[in-house]
């Protein structure tokens, strides 16, 4: 096993499945239309098991999930061939599953409906070589690809050791395997804490025409030296989400905040946390973002199983539909379903 995907395995809370039963709630307006745009799928002895039949378990606490969006988790990757090709075993992985669940024998939602992989865009141009197997792999499902550019000095802290370089995204060979993507018909995923978001709007600045969604709110921070300065940090992050959502090209992703680099606690109470407590906690951030991008480029992610460690799946969609009690039917379309259909050309 690779340092990259240990540092990815440690950085993620623990999921106890007995202390998520005690807490349970009916779904909140069950027959909304839901497209998860953000899941993903595991398998691994030293991080437990998240695959087809614990996704179905979840989306069966009663919301109207009619499909997913499986997002790369360094999962499945091929025993042997060249290293740059490995990646594709994943999308083969993610494609299986969807094919089994449009068979309809297990439920009307259409489980990994969009496929996002993993390409090393250090590749250079020689990654279009890659992202074609994708494509071929993909039985028309593949979308495009996410590429982290995470870093930070204290993320040892919330248990991640694998440092990406800084200024990852503004590498010239990084960009010249970007520039690959978009002749492809294929969109980027873009992972980054707030302190990096720059780079994200200089890389969509550069790529005007070349669709981009940035995930998990822009990551603010709230552990290492930020904690204890979510203000600050709040006033930093707003300022460079605004930046961002200025530019047309780029979507954003509400949800992720279970996980433990945000620095919510909601995981250290006796019961798990409710859809009223998830609200209040969420929403500064998520009504920002709203505000910034529109609904009609800011679609909720559950993030399971990694937020898991947190929260149950019906509760977390119990909490974004709280979020939203005060948008109209069309913008709530948009927040729910419309917008990750469109960016993920679903066909929905």
């Known amino acids: 096993m690779s340092s990259a995907i240990s540092a990815q395995i440690s950085s993620h809370l623990a999921i106890r499945k007995e202390w998520l039963g005690l807490r349970r709630e009916d779904p909140l307006d069950p027959a909304l239309p839901i497209v998860d745009p953000h899941h993903h799928l595991i398998d691994r002895p030293e991080s437990g098991t998240y695959l087809m039949s614990d996704l179905l378990e979840d989306i ?7 499909a997913t969006v499986y997002l790369e988790w360094l999962s499945m990757y091929r025993a042997g061939g060249p290293e740059e090709m490995r990646p594709v075993g994943e999308i083969e992985f993610a494609n299986g599953v969807a094919a089994m669940s449009a068979s309809g024998g297990y439920g009307k939602p259409r489980l990994c409906a969009g496929i996002v992989g993993h390409a090393d865009l250090m590749l250079g141009s020689r990654v279009a070589e890659v992202l074609e197997a994708m494509i071929a792999a993909g ?45 492809l018909g294929l969109s980027f995923d873009a992972w980054a804490f707030h302190p990096q978001l720059g780079d994200v709007v200089d890389l969509a600045r550069a790529f005007p025409a070349m669709p981009i969604v940035m995930n998990h709110v822009g990551g603010p921070i709230g552990l290492g030296r930020y904690k204890g300065q979510r203000d600050e940090v709040f ?14 090209n780029v979507h954003v992703k509400l949800g992720g905040l279970g996980m433990k680099m945000f620095g919510f606690d909601v995981h250290e109470g006796e019961l798990p946390p409710s859809s009223e ?6 929403r500064p951030y998520v009504e920002t973002c709203i505000a910034a991008f529109g609904p009609s480029r800011a679609m909720f992610e559950s993030n399971f199983p990694v937020d898991k460690g947190s929260y149950g ?24 379903h419309d917008t990750a259909s469109r960016f ?5």
Not at 344 to 348: A, C, E, M, P
């Open 313 to 336: 799946y019906g509760v977390f969609w119990n909490a974004c539909k709280r979020l939203a009690q005060g948008a109209s039917a069309a913008e709530k379309a948009d927040l729910f």
């Open 235 to 248: 006033a930093d992050w707003s300022a460079r989400i605004r930046e961002l959502a200025a530019c047309p």
């Open 139 to 183: 039985g028309g499902r593949f979308r495009g690809i996410r590429y982290i550019a995470s870093s930070d000095p204290d993320q040892a802290q919330w248990g991640a050791t694998f440092v990406r370089p800084q200024g990852l995204l503004l590498d010239k060979r990084v960009r010249e395997g970007f520039a690959q993507l978009a002749p």
């Open 60 to 66: 069966g606490s009663g919301h109207n999930i009619v």
């Open 344 to 348: 993920y050309r679903l066909g929905l």
């Open 277 to 282: 407590q998830l609200a209040a906690a969420w």
